[in-house]
């Protein structure tokens, strides 16, 4: 695997008990091999090097991701100046700068904004890291607009619909929350995000976790209401047991808040599609033989 596929510590360990192995660029790759390429995308110069040595692929892009490189290969065609919102060198603003760089400016926070300089103030337009925080996405916009008012924006929000639902639903919890507990990785932008979002929205405390072992008592002393939430791609197993030692620690009366329902599905790699689809035909193909041989089998005992 390129990268860790999602940036969640539990998910990457499981993976590597189970023979995964991660490497930082496709020639640590031996030749010929299986590569997958991680949620946060990769440029076109990465799927080239892969081709180079005859590597076969599976592509876990997230879809949500793909949407923004497509926007900015569309925009760069059009000779767009092209801005991105996000954190240089995260690997998703990598992924999607490489799809256009001579068009592609990285903006990392507002205070970036003054020193951007366009070819055209008439052709530019903003795209996004989809794992910020909506807050400072926004604000990186409100003022990159007031510099170029003909900035135009990409046709439907970028950032992660996922990220965008905790984030709101930390902002109902926050006031009332004496301490909010974030589950997620330090690497994770959404999950930091969560916590940040917690403390600019009332929270009295806000902390981190990678797991319940990383819980500290003091944190809990005057804490009679917590609130919990989670990164976008931590396991439900995870928040379950902090509920569970929440518990143990006298927390257990649980009130959930909804703010939203997801119900989006996305379908799995093509290249995992694909595979699946001849392993089914290879089963139906050796499937009577061995339905015969247990017939056999079962005659003989009789």
Known sequence: MRHEIVHNKHVVDRLRSQGAVFVKEVDEVPEGSLVIFSAHGISPKVREMAAERNLRTIDATCPLVTKVHKEAVRFAKEDYDILLVGHEGHEEVEGTAGEAPDHTQIVNSPDDVASIEVRDPSKVVWLSQTTLSVDETMETVDRLRTR??????????????????????????????????VVGSANSSNSVRLMEVAKENGAKASHRIEAVEELQDEWFEGVETVGVTSGASVPEILVEQLLAELAERGYGEVQPVRTATEDLMFSLPRELRQEMRKQGEDDRRTRPSARAAEASCNDGIA
Do not use: G, M
């Open 148 to 181: 170029f008012p003909l900035l135009a924006s990409p046709p439907s929000d970028d950032i992660c619909y996922a990220t965008q639902n905790r984030q709101v639903a930390v902002k109902k919890i926050a006031p009332d929350s004496d301490l909010v507990l």
